[in-house]
């Protein structure tokens, strides 16, 4: 088993085809608080991967899950960021549409990813399929505004890291605005977001 990598919330491993995600304890929050959260967070992302694959989204498939290790098993991707693709400049329009239609879906079955950036997007290598990652910030939600924050750090997250590329966002949206019925009403709250976000920058 291989460490592979670490973020705040927890530390990856991969075994063999599978890859183990357990959740850090915080020693600065009180404990019973701290198993109460990551149990949580444990049981939510878990649930989230069960529900994507209702719907035959593709993502991690769900193997097993303990909100006593606080650890979750799924099966591992093989491929390569959706990061490095696109800043090599391969097929990018078609996998910006991919990735809009793909959030779509999402967010018609009212999951939010909570971190959409390339890095947590994977092409995969024996399909060259877009295959979605990390669902540890992933929530249910109905409402607009969630879905609008949702786009809104995509967005943030594209114009940072794929400048060279800056039609990605809107040709996402246009495949977005296809996969859910419901984009108009989205569309108009991320202006709000972004109204928020430029006010905040001054």
Do not use: C, W
């Amino acid at each position: 088993m291989n460490k592979i990598a670490q973020g705040a919330e927890a530390i990856i491993y991969k075994d063999g085809n599978e890859i183990i995600k357990e959740r850090l304890s915080k020693s600065y929050r009180l404990k019973h608080l701290d198993d109460s959260l990551r149990q949580f967070r444990t049981r939510r992302e878990a649930k989230v991967l069960g529900k994507l694959e209702e719907f035959n989204f593709p993502a991690p498939h769900l193997k097993e899950f303990s909100d006593k290790r606080m650890s979750i098993v799924m099966d591992f991707v093989p491929g390569e960021k959706l990061k490095d693709v696109l800043q090599r400049g391969d097929e990018y329009q078609q996998f910006a549409k991919d990735m809009g239609a793909m959030i779509g879906r999402m967010h018609t079955k009212n999951i939010i990813h909570g971190d959409l950036t390339t890095s947590n997007m994977i092409v995969h290598s024996k399909t060259n399929k877009l295959h979605f990652i990390d669902f540890g910030l992933a929530q249910f939600s109905e409402r607009d505004e969630d879905k609008a924050v949702d786009l809104f750090l995509l967005e943030r997250s594209l114009a940072s890291t794929h400048f060279k590329q800056p039609t990605l966002f809107e040709d996402a949206m246009k495949a977005y605005k296809i996969s859910n019925p419901e984009a108009t009403e989205v569309l108009k709250r991320l202006e709000k977001v972004r109204m928020r976000g430029r006010n905040k920058g001054k």
